[in-house]
């Protein structure tokens, strides 16, 4: 069985504050990996995805992750946040197994303040 | 491209009734996913198409629920009859055979 955990539910930062939200995922196999957003009202946005290569992944808007294997980690991070970064983030893995359907984490909330 | 299209955006209803959501994918895509949205749970995957076939369904809730595919551009999520704990944001999403999955905009149900 495959799942992802991120361990933090509620974020709250001030801008220009840098930013790291955790992720870990539980699979024996080869995964390919996510981080979706959501900003409040609208859909799920991919931010920047993992599938193999260079573990250090650069995103839209700043956002960058890093995949540990070793660790089973695939954390989000921006150095500098800004206001407009509030929204729900979402840390997803996808499988050739599951048919590359996506298993999503809880999501962490991100308020940006002023 | 007009990315995932998905109709109603919202739809309250009541107890009993039945519900049909639609989605059409984006053009030239061969996958097609049903995500719900709810506080309690957060995303889960209820069904997914390849190529115009469900493929997988554990997700689906119960027998109230059913999808379908009848061509590659145009899905149904139906529930028959709806109860007040379905209500959630469901949300269509697509892709290219293993490659990223673009979302709709999502539906979101409010059953009385």
């Known amino acids: 069985a495959q799942s992802v955990s991120q361990h933090n539910h509620h974020v709250i930062l001030s801008e220009a504050a840098s930013l790291e939200l955790g992720c870990n995922y539980s699979?024996?196999?080869?995964?390919?990996l996510f981080w979706y957003v959501q900003y409040p009202g609208q859909h799920l946005q991919l931010l920047l995805k993992y599938f193999s290569g260079d573990p250090l992944v650069k995103g839209i808007k700043g956002f960058e992750a890093e995949f540990i294997k070793s660790k089973f980690s695939f954390n989000l991070r921006k150095p500098s946040v800004q206001w407009s970064d509030t929204a729900e983030y979402f840390c997803a893995l996808d499988n050739s197994n599951s048919g590359y359907a996506l298993n999503f984490g809880k999501g962490t909330s991100l308020l940006v303040t002023p | 491209d007009a990315g995932v299209i998905q109709s109603p955006r919202h739809e309250v209803t009541e107890m009993g009734q039945e519900v049909t959501l639609r989605c059409k994918p984006i053009s030239g895509h061969n996958s097609l996913f049903w995500y719900r949205q709810t506080m309690m749970r957060g995303l889960e995957l209820l069904i997914y198409?390849?190529?115009?076939?469900?493929?997988?369904d554990s997700g689906m809730p119960e027998d109230r629920f059913s999808a379908k595919m009848p061509n590659a551009s145009f899905s149904t999520l139906k529930i028959q009859p709806s109860e007040p704990r379905d209500s959630a944001v469901y949300f269509c999403?697509?892709?290219?055979?293993?490659?990223?999955?673009?979302f709709g905009p999502g539906t979101r149900l409010t059953v009385l």
């Open positions: 999403a697509s892709s290219h055979l293993a490659d990223t999955q673009y």
């Open positions: 699979y024996g196999g080869t995964v390919n």
């Open positions: 198409f390849n190529n115009n076939v469900p493929i997988d």
